[in-house]
């Protein structure tokens, strides 16, 4: 088992940055993939970003790419995710998971076996 926990969320007007962070504890934090997705209310969770074991692949949406940056830190065992040039339609609850992935299914949401509780992200206009 691994358990995630999310921080960082909050409240900030358009244009500005917010940095999450997401803490792992349990099975080793290194061998798994780990990846941020969102999900607005009445929307599907969707693909934010991900990065490999060993950070060597890196995958983002479109829709925050040259926006958003995601690491990793394996002696901390914590992912972050930076969100700069914030928009309202970024708002959503933000969630840290782990899985084993391909490189080419790091976007895919039943790809990860593990959650964190969420964090909320709220742009204003």
């Known amino acids: 088992q691994v358990q995630l926990r999310e921080s960082g969320g909050g409240l900030v007007q358009a244009g500005g940055s917010l940095r999450l962070s997401c803490v792992a504890s349990?099975?080793?934090?290194?061998?798994?993939?780990m990846g941020w997705f969102r999900q607005a209310p009445g929307q599907e969770r969707e693909f934010v970003a991900a990065?490999?074991?060993?950070?060597?692949?890196?995958s983002y949406a479109d829709s925050v790419k040259g926006r958003f940056t995601i690491s990793r830190d394996d002696v901390k065992d914590a992912v972050y995710l930076q969100l700069n040039s914030l928009k309202p339609e970024d708002t959503a609850i933000y969630y840290c998971?782990?899985?084993?992935?391909?490189?080419?299914?790091?976007?895919?949401?039943?790809?990860?076996?593990?959650w964190g509780q969420g964090t909320q992200v709220t742009v204003s206009s």
């Open positions: 998971a782990a899985g084993s992935p391909r490189w080419d299914t790091m976007g895919t949401v039943r790809e990860y076996d593990y």
């Open positions: 349990g099975r080793t934090f290194s061998n798994y993939a």
């Open positions: 990065i490999h074991w060993s950070g060597g692949s890196i």
